[in-house]
Each structure stands twice: as C-alpha cells, then as structure tokens.
C-alpha cells in the first residue's frame, strides 16, 4: 500500500502564494503519476495539474500560468506552487499517487491522500 501525506494548506490573501507538499510513502514501486485535485463545496472534484513519470504536466485551464506542480523522484514527493491565488482557488486540495496524463491515457490513481484546506479570502 501507498501512503499519502499533504502539507502546506492554509488562509492567504487574493494575490498571494501557497506550496502545497505531498509525500508519498510504502510499497511505491515505480515512480507513478501524480497529480493534485481540488473539491470545494457544492462541487465536484476536479484535476488541478498533474505530473507523470516521465516529467510531462497536465494542467487545469483556470489554474494555467499560476500553479506550478513538480516532484522530487528521491523523496517521493510532489510539490504545487500557487500563485496569484483567487477566491475561487479555495477548496479543499487532494493529492492522488499512481494515475496517468496523457491526451490519450488520462486517470486518476488509486490512492488519495486526506486533503488541505486552501482558503483564499482577505
């Protein structure tokens, strides 16, 4: 099994920047796609960016040009830089471990982590 840990959520003004970590631990394996979802209330989950094996990235049109996801294969971790953030970026953020992000192969993995709360608001 893959254990997920998220870290870096919080409250920051509109405008502002937040890094979001995921560290994965247990029976990795390979190295896997990642990616970082987001669900806020009332609304489904849905892809921000994600990160296969290989480096490429998928991003979300709304977050394009402000959010950066990269990863660390040596520390199992994947990171996301946000910036320029907006109201609506607030949700709670998740990371997924073992998906792919291609045009023509794209899903999420298996295993979810417990989720951060990003709230945006002055």
Known sequence: ?????ESGGGLVQ????LRLSCAASGSIGAINGM???RQAPGKRRELVAAINSDGSTKYSDTVKG???ISRDNAKNTVYLQMNSLKPEDTAVYYCNWGGRYYST???AGPTWG???QVT???
Do not use: A, C, E, H
């Open 1 to 5: 099994q893959v254990q997920l840990v």
């Open 114 to 116: 417990q989720g951060t």
């Open 66 to 68: 402000r959010f950066t």
């Open 14 to 17: 509109p405008g502002g920047s």
């Open 105 to 107: 192969l794209n899903y």
């Open 120 to 122: 945006v608001s002055s």
């Open 35 to 37: 990616g970082w979802y």
